[in-house]
T-cell receptor, first 117, second 115 residues
Framework: KAGVTQTPRYLIKTRGQQVTLSCSPI?????VSWYQQTPGQGLQFLFE???????NKGNFPGRFSGRQFSNSRSEMNVSTLELGDSALYLC????????????????FGPGTRLTVL | QKEVEQDPGPLSVPEGAIVSLNCTYS??????FMWYRQYSRKGPELLMY????GNKEDGRFTAQVDKSSKYISLFIRDSQPSDSATYLC???????????????FGQGTTLQVKP
């Protein structure tokens, strides 16, 4: 079974621009979570989508947004880029045991490395 | 104070050594505990997954959870140069409203195993 894929792998943008990152989950996985990884803050949760709905959101400004399509693929968008947005953006997918307690094992993609100049 | 604390290292050991990696946490709601391995320029790879307290073994890897002390460990036996990577602990509470899909990560410990 193919793993989580993310495109593009590398991006270079300038301040003020916007960017869209894409994530294709493992086949059959319905939940997609996004994380930002930086040397200073480590891995921080951005948001999670399930059945095209955002179920959970981390503590990031509104410039960070996302969406999920009917095939579970997800995109995240960052508008008005700032230097501090330079990071590795990771997508993780899971089966999602909705409403049954427990938790879902998350499988990560290789990430998109965003550099903001 | 962060919810999950992990010594970033780096930790350098000779090949064949037993490695001990640890995390402490403050949120008593955490019930699920994971260890991920991340090689340079790659995404995190799930190594171990445990629920509540106790031990779990998988090959050369053993994960321990002590909820009374809010302390988790990952032991690597017979360490190999290929184990050189960053090891991240991650945790989550039982799924409920407002906490789905969110893992809380430690900072990660960089491990180098020297031949």
């Amino acid at each position: 079974k193919a793993g989580v894929t993310q495109t593009p792998r590398y991006l270079i943008k300038t301040r003020g621009q916007q960017v869209t990152l894409s994530c294709s989950p493992i086949s059959g996985h319905r939940s997609v979570s996004w994380y930002q990884q930086t040397p200073g803050q480590g891995l921080q949760f951005l948001f999670e989508y399930f059945s095209e709905t955002q179920r959970n959101k981390g503590n990031f400004p509104g410039r960070f947004s996302g969406r999920q399509f009917s095939n579970s693929r997800s995109e995240m968008n960052v508008s008005t880029l700032e230097l501090g947005d330079s990071a590795l953006y990771l997508c993780a997918s899971s089966l999602a045991t909705l409403g049954r307690g427990g938790t879902d094992t998350q499988y990560f993609g290789p990430g998109t490395r965003l550099t903001v100049l | 104070q962060k919810e999950v604390e992990q010594d970033p290292g780096p930790l350098s050991v000779p090949e064949g050594a037993i490695v001990s990696l640890n995390c402490t946490y403050s949120n008593s709601a955490f019930q699920y505990f994971m260890w991920y391995r991340q090689y340079s320029r790659k995404g995190p790879e799930l190594l171990m997954y445990t629920y509540s307290s106790g031990n779990k073994e998988d090959g050369r890897f053993t994960a321990q959870v002590d909820k009374s002390s809010k302390y988790i460990s990952l032991f690597i036996r017979d360490s190999q140069p290929s184990d050189s990577a960053t090891y991240l602990c991650a945790m989550s509470p039982i799924h409920g409203s407002g906490n789905t899909g969110k893992l809380i990560f430690g900072q990660g410990t960089t491990l180098q195993v020297k031949p």
